[in-house]
Structures are given as C-alpha cells and as structure tokens.
C-alpha cells in the first residue's frame, strides 16, 4: 500500500513560489506512477503533473505546462512540485497521487495517466495554495 502526505501549501502573493512536497512509501522506486492534482473552489479535481518513478520521466497537463516542475527526492522519498508565476486562480487544494497498478508502464505514465480522470489512485490528505492578487 502506497502512503502519500503533502506538505508546503501556504499563501503567497500573485507572481511568487511555491514547492509542494510530498512524502511517499510504499511506492516502487523501479517504476510507478506517481502525480500532482489540484481541486480549485467550485470545480472538479484536474490533473497537474505525472512522473514515472523508473526513470523520472514527466508529463504535464496544460494548466502546469511552463510554469510547475515535478520531480522526485530519492534520499528524501518525496515528489516534490515547484510552481512558479503563481495567480490568484490557482488558490485550491492541491493532491498527490499514486495509480494503484504498480506494474503500470511507462508509456501509460506519460502518455494516459493524467488524462485517467484520477481513477485507480491512492491520495493524500491535500494542502491548501492561497494565491493573493
């Protein structure tokens, strides 16, 4: 059983950082699809960013693409999401993830995952983002 807890939400002004940071255990170091949503207010949780354990391959959906980075800490066992050019319409709550299938390729990683509505994951508990403009 994977184990996810985020940390490192908090408030910023518009145009600042943020580094998400999330611990995981249980999860395969040789190959596992791990990812970063968000639930803004009112709406339904999207996908942000998947990376595949193996071999640090990355994907991005278009609300992350150019402005987060997704990346693991194997000496710290996170997965870590550094969002930069922070607006006031990323204000929500932001999740990590584990697709529950470990054997699940790499292909599928990069290329489906994150378009798999978040079916067949294991979360954690999510951190708040408050962006002010």
């Known amino acids: 059983q994977v184990n996810l807890e985020e940390s490192g939400g908090g408030s910023v002004e518009a145009g600042g950082s943020l580094r998400l940071s999330c611990a995981v255990s249980?999860?395969?170091?040789?190959?596992?699809?791990l990812g970063w949503y968000r639930q803004l207010p009112g709406k339904e949780r999207e996908a942000l960013a998947a990376?595949?354990?193996?071999?640090?391959?990355?994907s991005y959906t278009d609300s992350a693409k150019g402005r987060f980075t997704v990346s693991l800490d194997n000496a710290k066992n996170t997965m870590d999401l550094q969002m930069n050019r922070l607006t006031p319409e990323d204000t929500g709550t932001y999740f990590c993830?584990?697709?529950?299938?470990?054997?699940?390729?790499?292909?599928?990683?990069?290329?489906?995952?994150?378009?798999?509505?978040?079916?067949?994951?294991?979360w954690g508990q999510g951190t708040q983002v408050t962006v002010s403009a």
């Open positions: 249980g999860h395969s170091r040789t190959g596992h699809c």
């Open positions: 990376i595949y354990t193996g071999d640090s391959t990355t």
């Open positions: 993830a584990a697709f529950r299938d470990p054997y699940a390729p790499r292909d599928f990683c990069a290329n489906k995952y994150l378009a798999n509505g978040g079916r067949h994951n294991s």
